[in-house]
């Protein structure tokens, strides 16, 4: 069935139905598409273009419509084009010519982006829900590993001490931040393009009112001609998700390597890693690389989506149908990656001597200088002192503990013999006490936040 047979004399070219169609990756939508039908014949009604008798007989049909495809039994056409299309096609056969009146006053274009809104409010909870089990998982493990100290890195060098928690922490804040963007772009999907008709509204009565409450939007949206164009909620999905899946790939890559022989300071669980086929030894820790690997993919879908809509002319133009494909296949890979993630952070065993054994003085330095600093010493001249101290330990062989106190009173006669009390590194991480640092009680403080945040819903 074709929608818009009527001034066509000429058959459509094969290659350009194949080009045309959807329905390989717009079906899914049937559920939302029928939910909005059926809101849209209550609206006619009301509207006093469908007597009572012939919404409910819409309504029914829509209903019976839904079963089939619910249970499989739906048979596609090789004409129907789009998701639209054959839900109002099977329609027809069953309710017959009354099925013609459905489509009144409203388009594809306003219809189609009403359903993926609506596509959209259902995963929405679900994805907040995949990513708060992450957290769980996150803060259950931190508040697990409290004592476990191992090196900070910057530029992947050894930087200074740092509780694992603490480390494992900073990923829950980025979690949480795109807890709270997933809610704000929640608010702008549940916007309501339907009664804004082909672009320049509906001449026919509709509420759109009542369709936005029957259909749990906040409000219908506020211009028609932006009601159809608009993608921006498309866009702001693939960002979230690309976000979302660069802040998991950045964990992926620390397990990774922290998994390698050389760190070993984690061991991924078997129910996360495979073999290899030549070599027996091998513990491969393809989850992660294959979340790390997805992430490329996902940020492309972005690129690629604002690309198709930076030279849109105004009003709905068909470029708009690739929406769906990086939309779904984005959301789609989200729903594994998430609770994969989760998976392997539960599950992965810590090595908490490997990651003392890593520890060293050179990370104490800092604490060092700081030692000057508290005796009076200017910042920037106790990191030049401490600087000499680590060439002059260089140059003799030893670690900066091993360094006679001669040496350092050489450098500087602020050097006393205390200073060696630096050279423990529970004692520099507890000196990291403020808020948001590393010391035991900060980092308490930092997980009955997180807990605190976890536990509220309305962010
Ligand atoms: N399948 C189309 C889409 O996904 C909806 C149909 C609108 N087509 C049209 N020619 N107005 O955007």
């Known amino acids: 069935m074709k929608l818009w047979g009527g001034r066509f004399t000429k058959e459509t070219d094969p290659l350009m139905e194949a080009f045309s169609a959807s329905i390989g990756f717009d079906r899914r939508l049937w559920a939302v598409d029928i939910q909005g039908s059926i809101a849209y014949a209550r609206a006619l009604q009301r509207a006093g273009i469908l007597s009572p008798q012939e919404r409910d007989t819409l309504i029914r049909g829509l209903k019976e419509v839904a079963q089939e495809l619910e249970a499989g039994d739906f048979t596609f056409l090789p004409t ?23 489509h009144t006053g409203r388009s594809r274009n306003d219809q189609v982006a009403t359903d993926l809104r609506l596509y959209l409010m259902g995963e929405i909870p679900l994805l907040r829900s995949h990513l708060e089990s992450l957290q769980e998982a996150i803060l259950a493990r931190a508040e697990e590993n409290l004592g476990v100290l191992m090196p900070g890195y910057t530029h992947l ?61 906040r409000a219908p949206c506020e211009n028609s001609i932006d009601g159809v164009s608009d993608r921006d909620f498309v866009a702001e ?12 790939s950045r964990l992926a890559e620390d397990l990774i390597l922290w998994s390698s022989a050389e760190f070993s300071f984690i061991q991924l669980d078997e129910a996360y890693t495979t073999g290899s086929s030549i070599m027996p030894q091998k513990r491969n820790p393809d989850a992660l690389e294959l979340i790390r690997g997805k992430t490329g993919r996902l940020i492309g879908h972005l690129a690629g989506f604002l690309t198709t809509l930076k030279g849109l002319p105004t009003g709905y133009n068909r470029d708009l149908q690739e929406d769906k494909e990086p939309l779904f296949d984005a959301l789609d890979t989200l729903r594994l990656a998430l609770p994969i993630a989760a998976g392997v952070v539960r599950t992965l065993r810590v090595f908490p001597e490997r990651m003392a054994a890593a520890l060293d003085d050179g990370m104490l330095a800092t604490d060092l200088a700081d030692y000057l600093v508290r005796r009076g ?46 050279f423990d590194h529970s004692r520099s991480v507890e000196a990291r006490q403020s808020e948001g640092g590393t010391a035991l009680e900060a980092l308490r403080e930092q997980l009955a936040q997180a807990r605190r945040r976890l536990s509220s819903p309305g962010v």
């Open 237 to 248: 999905m693939l960002f979230w998700a690309a976000l979302v899946m660069v802040h998991l």
């Open 377 to 422: 010493v200017p910042f920037r001249q106790s990191h030049r002192l401490v600087g000499q101290a680590v060439r002059r330990a260089e140059e003799l062989g030893v670690s900066l503990r091993a360094l006679p106190l001669e040496e350092y009173r050489a450098i500087s006669p602020v050097f006393g013999p205390d200073l060696y009390e630096v």
């Open 80 to 102: 129907d084009e789009d998701i639209h299309t054959a839900v109002e096609r099977r329609l027809r056969e069953k309710v017959g010519e009354v099925a013609d009146k459905l």
């Open 157 to 217: 060098q050894h930087a200074q001490p740092v509780r694992f928690s603490h480390w494992l922490m900073s990923f829950f804040w980025a979690f949480e931040r795109d807890r709270e963007r997933l809610g704000e772009i929640e608010q702008r999907v549940a916007v309501l393009p339907l009664g804004s008709g082909a672009l320049a509204g509906h001449s026919l009565g509709v509420d759109r009112r009542f369709l936005a409450e029957e259909l749990g939007f």
